[in-house]
């Protein structure tokens, strides 16, 4: 089966870094997907990865390892607003994305 | 209006009741998604349409019942439902470039319909 996971939730401290990994098992790989869901609020796109490496993109990175079906997001300099929930998904070999359960990172002060 | 809108934003509704949620997208896309959001679970994807024809349907209930009258409008037709179908709808978009496979691109979300189904 296909299967995404990542931490349930984590807890940060304000202008300080965290990291939230993302592995997945899925059949056939076209890329994957960042996501930012506010409470109560559409998720909204951060980033996407197809190639090994890191992308970054202001205080937000991203990573890809396809060899080790392994992908993390890289906050840094983390501000109160950053309090969200961080979906991972995979597009799979049909283009269907393949979704996570979400991270729930809190900051504080 | 700009984006995806979605409406209404709360529902509730009795277990007889029929209901209809509403997408509208004024990006220009030619896909839309409808998507359930259960707490602490993965978005499940519930229907595609691309180009106005529906493309998947994940094995969802027929007490569900989209429609997709252009490529700018979605429907989600709601009767007889469960409790366990309390959930968020999202209602999403993208740009497919080809039309024919299914070539992903970013899907952009609406607000969602905070659904209660006493």
């Excluded at chain 1, 559409?42 to 060899?67: C, H, I, M, W």
């Excluded at chain 1, 983390?78 to 359960?101: E, H, P, R, T």
Aim: charged share 15%; net charge negative; aromatic share 12%.
């Amino acid at each position: 089966g296909q299967n995404i996971d990542q931490p349930t939730e984590m807890t940060a401290t304000e202008g300080a870094i965290v990291q939230i990994n993302c592995t997945y098992q899925t059949s056939g790989f076209n890329g994957l997907f960042w996501y930012q869901q506010h409470a109560g609020e559409a998720p909204t796109f951060l980033s996407y990865n197809v190639l090994d490496g890191l992308e970054e993109k202001g205080r937000f990175s991203s990573f890809l390892s396809r060899s080790k079906g392994y992908s993390y997001l890289l906050l840094k300099e983390l501000q109160m607003k950053d309090s969200a929930s961080y979906l991972c998904a995979v597009s799979d070999s049909n283009y269907q994305l393949i979704w996570g359960a979400g991270t729930k990172l809190i900051i504080k002060p | 209006e700009t984006g995806v809108t979605q409406t209404p934003r709360h529902l509730v509704m009795g277990m007889t009741n029929k209901k209809s949620l509403k997408c509208e997208q004024h990006l220009g896309h030619n896909a839309m998604y409808w998507y359930k959001q259960s707490a602490k679970k993965p978005l499940e994807l519930m229907f595609v349409y691309n180009f106005k024809e529906q493309t998947e349907n994940n094995s969802v209930p027929s007490r569900f019942s989209p429609e997709c009258p252009n490529s700018s409008h979605l429907f989600l037709h709601l009767h007889t439902l469960q409790p366990e179908d309390s959930a968020l709808y999202l209602c999403a978009s993208s740009q497919d470039g080809t039309g024919e496979s299914f070539s992903y691109n970013e899907q952009f979300f609406g607000p969602g319909t905070r659904l209660t189904v006493l």
